[in-house]
């Protein structure tokens, strides 16, 4: 998609300079705003070619039918589906009774720009209509990271040579049609019709329609309000139905005039509020909106954003693209979370309806580490949804008979939507990835309230879990049996080395916490005896190793099942899944995304340095990247072991997925773990940065196709800004008290006098290891090279 000429590269900006239908849908998603509460794809502002629409609240779905041929224990009844909400975002425009429609009449110019600074998406139109006048169309767009419930439009027209009569029609649409659902697992429920109108009201250019989801009961109350500039003899008109709202604006308007509108958005939901505290909630935050105009809003999404760059920004020199696609990543990873406040943050973020809207183990393992040193109050917000969601993670553990929290593989609400449960409910590894989460969000900020509040029960439940679902051996050894990993193509295996190594943290976090905070986890129902059974479950856990090969398996026996036969498979029958079915798979050596090396990453503090050369070369020849998840932590540990051209392209692979559209789905919401994934190449990848144990240590080394990275972190009340070349790497204190931090092994002391300054030693990586026939990454041997050959998700 982005390989199309229309796309330009620049360091701050997306910038389409003309309009390809064939690429709408996934311009969408590339496209869209998002506050973490309401998200709005990128559509045309006259809905028109429609594309894929899509206007989106957090939280806010509709149940379905999960349908089972055999059903059994413990399955779950029913699953949730992200609703395409009221959309508020459609503006039509006549032209003396034509209809403005890029696909007639003639398009003289036509282009859209997301600023990644400003955070607005700009068009700019110049058609001429089938009748011969010629009108200039501009529009800006913004969803406020300031003000959670707004959403704005900026709206001018202007004849050019020949007077108009202009209409524009600014208009809130529920249960939009949808077109047709893809034949793909990954793509999203089709539900038809489910808000029910419930009000509806309008007066004086502003109109609010409320509705109720038919079976989740869930109640969203949308609203618009105008605020219109035009020649003297402008009228307006508005009316309301039971799905929609309507101002029109009708003009006569010459040359070297304008017609001018800021349309306000409001949104609201509740699974407990009234129809009139819902209605009114949306007239409040209007009522802001108007007051804070349209220039003030634009000055406080920059001033937002001027503080989120100055302390997140990576920067990258040798790589004009990649310097493009790592702050796109990043801006859309903040959209994802920033006003999410005690709501999930969904696999696709709030850019479209794939995966139905659910979230995964994504968030805790990918989106929260970026957020964590650069957006703290939004893990905060996002582990707080987790807190919340407890009791039903106790009923699920209850019902599949352990003890503590079991939390929903995939989810809106909290509840497991998950209707297969080899590779949803036995991955009970997400809890140990939400302890993760808590774990280090502490560590980076000390927020005691914070953990005594919310982390502490969180690591108390998920521990709790652990010591229930292990059980120790005849030889004393600790053994987790009879669960799923990360990796897909497999599933119900005894000692999967990550869930083994993160439940291992799990029980030791919470061990420390509940010593911490000992009259707190009193109340909680834990004593010394149990916090002391945790201790000697971690200090006993099984980690498999094969002795012959030198190698950690897997899980156990993973290295002794017959390889896949990868020189017979096909190109075009990847992903996998789509072309061979589970059971294949499952007793296979095929690994779909990054498994045991992804615990190389997060534990690797649990293996030597030669392991994980070992480790990541054997899997090198066994995955197949049909996850978006992989390449990203396959680039980490690339570069950790020296294999820094090979982790250039998997950053490439991974930073790139949505700009070019590399998996084929973009059209269905944007890969948010990915691009979160490409911060973390960049941070831990090329500027080594690791975390154990709550303690920053740094060994960073570029790929010679890079000349210079810099980039800031936050931790601890401290702002420390990152800047390394090939021969050496700078550490700067920005704000706060002095830090220790280690380079190369070497412990450092840095404070705001002055930056300290250490050389970086080359490293010999040996002989590179092979991927999979057809698997390799796309080599990105000339810096700006675009990525030529689509992979699959």
């Known amino acids: 998609m982005i390989s199309h000429p229309a796309y330009a590269v620049e360091p701050w900006a997306l910038r389409e300079t003309e309009l390809d239908l064939g690429v709408l849908d996934q311009a969408g998603s590339v496209f869209a705003l998002a506050n973490g509460h309401i998200g709005l794809r990128g559509n045309l502002d006259e809905s028109e070619p429609q594309g894929l629409p899509g206007s989106y609240l957090n939280g806010f779905y509709e149940e379905c039918a999960l349908p089972y041929a055999e059903a059994g224990y413990g399955y779950p009844e029913a699953g949730q589906t992200a609703v395409n909400v009221t959309n508020g975002k459609i503006i039509r425009l006549l032209v003396d009774d034509e209809p403005f429609d890029v696909r007639s009449g003639t398009l003289r110019s036509h282009e859209r720009v997301l600023d990644l600074r400003a955070g607005v998406l700009r068009r700019r139109v110049d058609w001429v ?7 200039r169309v501009s529009s800006v767009r913004l969803v406020s990271l300031v003000q959670r419930a707004v959403a704005a439009v900026l709206y001018e027209v202007e004849p050019i040579g020949a007077p108009a009569r202009l209409v524009v029609q600014s208009e809130l649409v529920a249960n939009e049609q949808m077109p047709g659902a893809a034949a793909d697992p990954r793509a999203a429920e089709e539900l038809g019709g489910v808000l029910r109108s419930e009000q509806f009201s309008h007066r004086d250019g502003r109109a609010v329609l409320v509705h109720i989801t038919r079976k989740s009961a869930l109640r969203i109350a949308a609203g618009m309000d105008h605020l219109v500039e035009g020649p003297p003899g402008t009228e307006t008109a508005t009316e309301s139905s039971e799905d929609l709202g309507r101002l029109t604006i009708m003009a006569d308007v010459k040359p070297g005039e304008r017609l001018r509108m800021v349309k306000f958005m409001g949104y609201g939901w509740s699974s407990r ?4 505290a819902l209605r009114d909630q949306v007239a409040a935050a209007l009522a802001e909106a108007r007051r804070a105009g349209w220039e003030g809003m634009l000055a406080e999404q920059r001033e937002y954003l001027d ?16 310097q493009q696609a790592v702050r796109f990543a990043l801006f859309h990873t903040l959209q994802a979370g920033a006003r999410s406040e005690r709501r999930a943050i969904a696999a696709k973020g709030l850019t479209g309806a794939g995966y139905d809207g659910h979230a995964f183990w994504d968030t805790e393992t990918f989106v929260l580490p970026v957020l964590t040193y650069t957006a703290p109050h939004a893990v905060r917000d996002a582990l707080r949804w987790r807190h919340a969601t407890l009791g039903l993670a106790r009923d699920r553990a209850k019902l599949l008979g352990f003890e503590g929290a079991t939390f929903p593989w995939r989810t809106i609400d909290g509840r497991e939507c998950s209707g297969y449960w080899p590779a949803g409910t036995a991955a009970f590894h997400i809890g140990a990835d939400i302890a993760d989460a808590v774990g280090r969000y502490q560590a980076a900020t000390d927020d005691p309230a914070f953990e005594r509040e919310t982390g502490l029960e969180l690591l108390i439940e998920t521990a709790r879990l652990w010591r229930s679902l292990g059980h120790h051996d005849a030889g004393g050894r600790f053994r987790i049996d009879g669960v ?6 497999s599933a119900v295996t005894d000692n999967n080395v990550y869930t083994n190594l993160m439940a291992q943290r ?15 986890a009193a109340t909680l129902g834990v004593d010394p005896e149990e916090a002391a059974a945790w201790r000697d479950a971690a200090q006993a856990m099984l980690i498999p190793f094969d002795e012959q090969l030198g190698v950690h398996p897997q899980a156990e026996g993973f290295t002794e099942h017959q390889p896949w036969d990868f020189e017979h498979t096909a190109r075009e029958q990847y992903p996998l899944l789509l072309h061979f079915p589970y059971v294949d798979l499952y007793r296979k050596q095929v690994t779909k995304q990054a498994d045991l090396v992804l615990a190389l990453h997060l534990r690797g503090d649990a293996f030597s340095a030669e392991a994980k050369a070992r480790d990541f070369a054997y899997y090198e020849a066994r995955t197949v990247r049909d996850s978006s998840l992989s390449a990203c932590t396959q680039a980490v540990i690339a570069a950790e072991v020296g294999h820094l051209d090979l982790a250039y392209d998997y950053f490439a692979e991974a930073a790139l997925i949505d700009l070019e559209n590399l998996e084929r789905n973009t059209r269905d919401g944007l890969h948010i773990a990915s691009l979160a994934g490409a911060w973390t190449v960049a941070v831990a990848g090329f500027g ?17 196709r890079l000349t210079r990275l810099a980039f800031g972190i936050c931790f601890r009340d401290r702002r420390l800004r990152i800047e390394v070349t090939h021969d050496q790497a700078r550490y700067s204190l920005l704000q706060g008290p002095p830090l220790q931090i280690t380079h190369h092994g070497q412990t450092i002391t840095v404070t705001t006098d002055q930056p300290v300054t250490r050389p970086i030693a080359e490293i010999d990586a040996g002989r590179p290891p092979r991927q999979p026939i057809g698997r390799r990454p796309t080599p990105r041997r000339t810096p700006g090279l675009r990525l030529a050959s689509p992979m699959s998700d």
């Open 307 to 322: 503080d989120f760059w100055e302390r997140a920004d990576v920067e990258l020199d040798g790589d004009t693209e990649l």
């Open 273 to 276: 509020r009234s129809t009139p």
């Open 129 to 135: 209509s089938p009748a011969g006048q010629q009108v």
């Open 688 to 704: 080594g940065m690791r975390d154990h144990d709550g303690a920053l240590s740094f060994a960073p080394r570029l790929p010679p």
């Open 484 to 489: 799923t990993g990360p990796d897909e193509y």
């Open 506 to 520: 799990n029980l030791r976090l919470a061990a420390d916490a509940v010593e911490r905070h000992a009259d707190r």
